[in-house]
């Protein structure tokens, strides 16, 4: 028997609940094959768990207290949500839906392209710098998605469809890498951050180093991995020079002074996010407040139409969390976690240095071949109920692992799918093993490298 | 993953299509007649004085110099001229009935690579009917003229100093209808929308591309003006319209194109139909 905060549960029915959770990933791990959203899957594995845990009468039933000390009514699948999370994606996704209207960030896309005067290897650089840039700014998969659209019609353009492979699948690496940078670059990150405690400012001064060094050692082995070659004669530079000066940067800007008041906006919502938990009157609010209030700010723009940025929200993605953070609190309450954690106790007890080293590469296998943000979002419970402080290396090592193992394969994280997407767009055959053997050696070196980091530094 | 076509397109929309100066050389000029001589030693005098352009080197190919149309082509492909010049209805009798260029010309412009120069036919009297001024007004015609480098350099080249090239774009309303049409039964697809938006785009290109020819004719020829019309209509007519108001001197129209449609398309009509018009045909 397991002893819960309210009730003992026999270990059968932990067991069962543990069954549920492990077809859960299962699920989603198939996702493509089962042609079903992960909302739907994550969603229907939360009903049956939510009717189960009633059948073995797991859940807290009854009125809940506020903050005013006043019973509330509150259903257990509401109260089990993390509003905080649902509100920073809601707030963040919107925000950069309506700046990206504004042409800014096509705008950077198309002035480093010119400013690489077609050259592959210095295309292959900045576009690399620009993922990791954009990925810390943006969301993973928006990042993936215009730097690898822009990859597609540059190198057609200057005839280079050949290096498009190499291109992609090192952007597609390196989202996974430059959505380490900061607390609001991945979900992974902002569920352990808001769990452990860690502030945006430590997790950014944490965080830069490792993906400075990763981001170059990724460039110096994938220059070579994928043979990208500098222009060597004048009269190459000069043709590729006159093919990239035909891009206008200016097409996408409907509005120069929206364009101007996104670019300003942009600047303005990361140092509001850095800096949330020490701004007066705003602390207590949290970061989804400011995720949504600078979207609001934003949608004024657009005040006759905002319901198609409503409209363009992935919801899937937003009912994937809700669903989600229900069925990790159920399996809370089956005392699933509490079993899972009684697992990872022998990793995190062979010592401090160690356990975060084996926590990070199991984390990275599991999120390999599944979602990482499930794994996440149990994890980050199961360390909070083992009392880790938030300085503690294994917040990290499950922040590291996590976005990383998703580079081992294409179905690791949903980036590289992207990456894998747009390949075959232009017809580039990958297979599953193919992509696996093309990007093992980088996804070694960032695991390598985040290892040792761990162990060394944290 | 709508969001990677959104983005692809931004980014294929910026990619504009930029114009170059494709020089080509118009040195070496075939006149062919079916006349005597004289003349076709008048025929190049004449024309030699409505261009501007410079001949380095005449031929000529009278009535006596070939029998048939196999023979006439013999001779074009051995001479290899760079710009051949002759008239509509060579070598037939039915110029009076303007539906067809004749069959030698027909073959003529298919059967070489050679830019075929075609002046009005002579009249009765063997007088050769010019414009009453030099050529001074240059038009491209085209289908489609984004990117077409070739057709628009032709055409410059043919544009004296102080003279002017009139670029321009017919985007067939007609056929814009009917795809509106089949759009306005989608239920995917918002029809108001889809028409505003692919309307600004057809016209956007062509605008693009002739703001980048005026910006290159500012800066190697700034005599030359550079006028445009960009619009919807119907092909034919617009042209028509276009060209008498505007009066122009000379047409520059493709006869070839890789899906071998030009002349499928407006060029065949339009030279049928414009009789009094020099139309150089490439």
Not at chain 2, 245 to 269: F, R, S
Request: proline share 4%; charged share 15%; net charge neutral.
């Amino acid at each position: 028997m397991t002893e819960t905060a309210h009730h003992l549960v026999p270990l059968s029915t932990s067991l069962t609940f543990l069954g549920f959770l492990v077809l859960m990933i299962l699920a989603l791990a198939f996702e493509e094959k089962i042609h079903a959203k992960k909302s739907l899957i994550v969603g229907l594995f939360a009903i049956v768990t939510l009717v189960l845990g009633q059948v073995f009468h797991l859940l807290p039933i009854g009125p809940m207290l506020n903050v005013f000390g006043e019973k509330m009514e509150i259903p257990v699948y509401v109260s089990a949500v993390d509003w905080g999370v649902i509100t920073i994606i809601l707030g963040s996704s919107l925000f950069v839906d309506v700046s990206s209207q504004s042409g800014l960030f096509s705008w950077i896309a198309i002035k480093l392209t010119k400013a690489s005067k077609g050259d592959p290897l210095k295309l292959y650089i900045y576009y690399a710098l620009m993922t990791v840039l954009f990925s810390a700014v943006l969301n993973n998969v928006t990042a993936m998605i215009i730097v690898g659209s822009l990859t597609g019609v540059s190198l057609k353009k200057l005839n280079r469809s050949n290096y498009l492979l190499g291109f992609l699948l090192t952007q597609g690496l390196l989202t996974n890498v430059g959505g380490l940078l900061t607390l609001i670059s991945s979900v992974p990150n902002i569920i352990i951050g808001q769990t452990a405690g860690i502030s945006f400012v430590r997790f950014f001064l944490v965080a830069a180093p490792y993906v400075a060094i990763s981001t170059f050692a990724t460039l110096m082995v994938g220059k070579k991995l994928f043979g990208i070659k500098g222009l060597t004669s004048d009269q190459e530079r000069a043709e590729a020079a006159k093919l990239v000066a035909s891009f206008d940067e200016r097409d996408g800007i409907k509005s120069h002074g929206f364009f101007k008041f996104s670019g300003v906006m942009t600047v303005l919502f990361i140092l509001a996010i850095a800096t949330t938990s020490v701004l007066p009157f705003v602390s207590g609010l949290g970061m989804g407040f400011v995720a949504l209030s600078f979207a609001a700010i934003m949608l004024v723009r657009f005040k006759a139409s905002v319901d198609q940025f409503y409209k363009a929200i992935d919801w899937d993605l937003v009912g994937f969390f809700v669903a989600l953070f229900v069925v990790i609190n159920v399996m809370e309450h089956a005392q699933v976690l509490a079993l899972i954690g009684q697992g990872i106790a022998p990793i995190l007890g062979a010592g401090e240095r160690l356990g975060s080293g084996l926590l990070l590469i199991v984390s990275a296998l599991v999120s390999s071949v599944t979602d990482n943000i499930p794994l996440s979002a149990m994890l980050a419970k199961i360390l909070a109920g083992m009392d880790q402080g938030k300085d503690a290396a294994s917040w990290w090592s499950v922040v590291f692992g996590a976005n990383l193992g998703g580079n081992l394969t294409p179905i690791g994280s949903a980036s590289t799918l992207v990456a894998v997407t747009i390949m075959h767009k232009h017809e580039l055959k990958l297979s599953f093993v193919g992509f696996i053997k093309a990007s093992f050696p980088l996804a070694v070196i960032h695991l390598v490298l985040a290892t040792a980091y761990v162990l060394i530094f944290l | 993953m709508t969001q990677i076509d959104q983005f692809e397109s931004v980014f294929k929309a910026a990619a504009r299509t930029p114009f170059e100066d494709l020089k080509r050389p118009w040195k070496h000029w075939l006149f062919i007649s079916d006349r005597d001589a004289d003349f076709t030693q008048r025929l190049g005098d004449q024309t030699a004085h409505f261009l501007s352009i410079v001949c380095h080197q005449r031929s000529t190919l009278t009535q006596a110099d070939y029998q048939a149309l196999g023979d006439l082509l013999e001779k074009v492909n051995t001479l290899n001229p760079d710009l051949i010049l002759t008239y509509r209805n060579l070598k037939t009798d039915n110029w009076k009935w303007p539906y067809s260029l004749g069959s030698y010309l027909d073959v003529l412009t298919q059967a070489t690579t050679i830019p075929v120069l075609v002046l009005p036919h002579p009249d009765p009297s063997g007088q050769l009917s010019f414009p009453e001024t030099d050529c001074r007004d240059v038009m491209a015609v085209t289908n489609h003229l984004t990117g077409d480098n070739a057709l628009v350099s032709a055409a410059l080249d043919f544009t004296p100093a102080q003279g002017q090239l009139w670029l321009t774009h017919v985007e067939e309303q007609q056929h814009f209808e009917r795809y509106m049409e089949i759009v306005s039964k989608i239920p995917q697809i918002e029809t108001q929308q889809a028409r505003e938006l692919i309307q600004a785009r057809l016209l956007k290109e062509p605008t693009d591309y002739i703001e980048s020819v005026k910006a290159h004719v500012t800066a190697h020829n700034p005599t030359i003006k550079v006028s445009s019309w960009v619009g919807m209509g119907h092909r034919l007519s617009e042209y028509k319209n276009l060209i008498q108001t505007h009066h122009i001197d000379l047409l520059v129209m493709n006869t070839k194109d890789d899906d071998q449609l030009a002349m499928a398309g407006m060029a065949y009509p339009l030279a049928v139909e414009l009789t009094q018009i020099p139309i150089l045909m490439l």
